[in-house]
């Protein structure tokens, strides 16, 4: 089972206002979101509960993926782990992950989409776990309350797309002990920030 990240952030890795997007909705990155994270359609998505929250309630549970949420106060009615059913709730990041594992056979993905908890967690803990980090950096300076928390430099870029309209840089990261980056061919994600003069 693999297991990616998918995070857009702004200038100073902000990626969250009063618990919703800082930016307007763009509309090519969120069909790439849902385009990767659903896959073939036996993907799983794991976040924290204020992201669970943050989507629009006639959105919940995102279809045709199992949902899992981390929260230790959630309470929500019980149901099999169904693709559109409740979704699985965890009190740990760990006991979530141990699921996850016994269902290997069982999901192709796993996608960790929020919130800064979540992404801290993966990034700085569990990369050696992790396959790719699909961020979306968004051009422009935006109000942010919450902020993703991580070393650039421990990351590398090995792919980089440019969409001019929504002004957004899709960058594709590998961490730097990967084993696609044995010969240290990317530049580090710091070092690309710092290209764009975006840090």
């Not at 803990?125 to 070393?151: A, M, P, Q, W």
Request: glycine residues 4%.
């Amino acid at each position: 089972m693999n297991i990616n990240i998918a995070v857009a952030f702004s200038k100073n890795y902000g990626i969250g206002f009063k618990n919703n997007l800082p930016w307007s909705h763009l509309k090519e990155d969120m069909r790439l979101f849902s385009k990767r994270t659903i896959g073939a359609g036996n993907n799983a998505v794991i976040m924290g509960k204020n992201t669970w929250f943050s989507i629009p309630e006639n959105r919940r549970p995102l279809k045709n993926r199992t949902n899992i949420v981390i929260s230790s106060s959630l309470s929500l009615p019980s149901s099999s782990p169904s693709l559109d059913g409740n979704p699985q709730i965890f009190s740990s990041i760990h006991d979530a992950m141990s699921f996850c594992e016994c269902e290997s056979a069982k999901y192709h993905e796993l996608w960790v989409i929020g919130g800064s908890q979540m992404y801290s967690e993966f990034l700085n803990t569990y990369y050696n776990k992790l396959n790719r980090v699909y961020i979306t950096y968004v051009c422009g300076d935006y109000e942010c309350d919450t902020f993703i928390h991580f070393s650039a430099a421990d990351y590398c870029v090995e792919k980089e797309e440019h969409n001019t309209e929504e002004r957004c840089h899709y960058l594709t990261c590998i961490h730097i002990h990967h084993p696609d980056n044995n010969n240290k061919k990317y530049d580090t994600l710091e070092t690309t920030l710092k290209n764009f003069c975006y840090l």
